[in-house]
């Protein structure tokens, strides 16, 4: 499941107007700011920085379980869970494929969200 609705509706307070755009520019900012931490992860991973990469995994783990983007946060968790246990080479392979992750997940939202 790429994004659970549920979860993400459940950030709104109501069906109103207001809670609807506001529920829009959160996802509009998460658009913008997932495109900096997916590009960071997939550096960090090619150049084997793994404080870096670690960092930047965790932080992509919990924005993607609040705002219920399922198969994202299982990929970054399985990769940030390598590289905890020392298995950096399999973390870097998971890393390397979360764009393949993101891209139909950010299209899904957009698509949702009636975002260009």
Do not use: C
Not at 95 to 116: A, C, D, Q, V
């Amino acid at each position: 499941m790429l994004v659970d609705w549920n979860r993400l509706d459940s950030l709104k307070q109501g069906d109103d107007e207001e809670e609807i755009a506001w529920l829009k520019e959160m996802v509009e900012s998460l658009l913008t700011n997932m495109e900096i931490r997916i590009k960071n992860i997939v550096r960090f991973a090619e150049e084997k920085k793994d404080s870096e990469l670690q960092a930047e995994l965790h932080q992509t783990k919990g924005v993607s379980a609040n705002f219920g983007l399922e198969d994202l946060r299982i990929l970054v968790t399985d990769a940030e869970q390598n590289l905890k246990t020392g298995t950096s080479d399999s973390s870097y392979t998971l890393s390397l494929k979360i764009p393949n992750i993101w891209e139909p997940t950010k299209e899904e939202l957009k698509k949702k969200f009636g975002i260009n």
